[in-house]
């Protein structure tokens, strides 16, 4: 018995050498990753656009139209949005050669006039952007005094810089928008505006018809 109850007590001995002391804490730390990945899209595309009237080919006139997009986008760097049109002369009468000429083109943070001249003997067709984040418009319609798309972090107002399509590049495109951010989770929204203008007695002629451009706004996260 003696020896029984020897055993028995140097096998518990063993055991409460082995197993850790009741009431002493210890600590696993560990991490959890999960990657997202940026997407882009268009929330709200735009719409055709059919401008404000119809312009006599003689005595002249402006007319104006718009359209609206709304980009949503996660990347952490923002994005940035893009206008092309299917050829060097933007606008043409259906069924024909005949244009209406691109307003004054420049390339990007290229430095041309404020405002939209219509002292151009020859009619012209011009766009312009605004947004429901000014800050977000591209430094193309940004102006300095009275010259557009000269640096960034100028100042914009609504309407002041128009510009053209590239009479000599289809393949160019025009930055709209940049924005350095996510955009709100419902989106951001864009207006591109249209101008047409003909002068009195324009030079060349402006043969009677309807006249078309084809454009296409490209969003791409930065």
Request: contains cysteine.
């Amino acid at each position: 018995m003696l020896a029984a109850v020897l055993i028995l007590s140097i096998i518990f001995a063993i055991y409460l050498v082995s197993e850790p002391i009741v009431g002493q804490a210890v600590t696993d730390e560990f991490t959890v990753t999960q990657t997202v990945s940026s997407a882009i899209a268009f929330a709200a595309t735009a719409s055709d656009v059919t401008m404000s009237g119809t312009l006599n080919g003689l005595t002249g006139g402006t007319t104006l139209g718009e359209t609206s997009v709304r980009v949503t986008s996660n990347n952490v760097s923002g994005y940035n949005m893009t206008i092309k049109f299917s050829s060097t002369t933007a606008m043409k009468r259906n069924g024909s050669n005949d244009t209406i000429a691109n307003y004054v083109y420049s390339s990007d943070m290229s430095s041309y006039p404020t405002g939209y001249d219509t002292s151009l003997p020859n009619a012209q067709f011009g766009f312009t952007i605004n947004a429901s984040n000014t800050s977000e418009v591209s430094s193309v319609f940004t102006h300095t005094g009275g010259n557009c798309g000269t640096s960034n972090n100028t100042t914009f107002t609504v309407d002041n810089c128009w510009r053209g399509a590239s009479s000599t590049d289809e393949n160019a495109a025009t930055t709209l928008i940049y924005s350095g951010a996510p955009t709100p989770a419902s989106g951001s929204t864009s207006t591109v505006k249209f101008r047409i203008t003909i002068p009195n007695g324009p030079t060349p002629a402006v043969p009677s018809g309807t006249y078309v451009a084809t454009a296409t706004l490209t969003a791409l996260d930065n």
